[in-house]
């Protein structure tokens, strides 16, 4: 008997990372060291994404309401900015355009918040037939609850639910890799 664990690979040249919706006015909700905790996480994830040639597609909900992507972050986080108002992604045409565009099948999640835009993208992708890893220390959500019911569900419709530095060793492979140092910097200086 064996398992398909095919869903559980990781190659950095088939990923794309997705950063949902770190925005502005959206952070004064959460709590503070949780956020903290996201953004250095989504920081170091998009840092590897560019040491290991993965696209970034980063999205806004109604960033006239909700104003921009966090200053600590939308730099790193500009080569794809889509705008949308429905919670999933996958509801505005031009995040799967964008995700299309990449040719890549594998998608790393992050951001906020876990039970709202986060799930509801997971889902889309999931029947758009994306392999999707959840990176449950890269998300965050207003209250724990929320949080783990976001987690929990996401599993259980399929998504790899997992961590940063998994992701990024699993995408290394190996010691001897060109940017294991550097990413077993950013680790360290994660804390």
Do not use: W
């Not at 559980?8 to 990923?15: Q, R, T, V, Y």
């Not at 600590?72 to 045409?93: D, H, P, Q």
Request: overall charge negative.
């Amino acid at each position: 008997m064996s398992n398909d664990l095919g869903k559980f690979n990781l190659d950095a040249e088939k990923a794309v990372l997705v950063v949902i919706d770190v925005q502005e006015r959206l952070v004064p909700a959460m709590p503070e060291d949780v956020y903290l905790r996201l953004r250095n996480t989504v920081a170091m994830l998009v840092e590897v994404a560019g040491l290991l040639g993965l696209p970034v597609v980063t999205t806004e909900q109604y960033p006239k309401g909700i104003g921009h992507t966090v200053p600590e972050l939308a730099a790193a986080c500009n080569e794809t900015v889509i705008e949308k108002v429905s919670f999933g992604c996958c509801g505005e045409a031009s995040f799967l355009q964008a995700l299309k565009n990449t040719g890549r099948t594998q998608v790393l999640i992050t951001g906020m918040e876990a039970h709202v835009c986060v799930y509801q993208t997971v889902l889309g992708l999931l029947e758009d037939g994306y392999y999707v890893h959840l990176i449950r220390d890269a998300i965050c959500s207003r209250n724990k609850t929320d949080y783990l019911a976001g987690v929990a569900n996401a599993g259980q419709a399929g998504a790899v639910v997992t961590t940063a530095e998994t992701v990024m060793f699993q995408m290394l492979q190996e010691s001897t890799h060109e940017q294991f140092r550097a990413v077993s910097r950013l680790v360290k200086e994660r804390g």
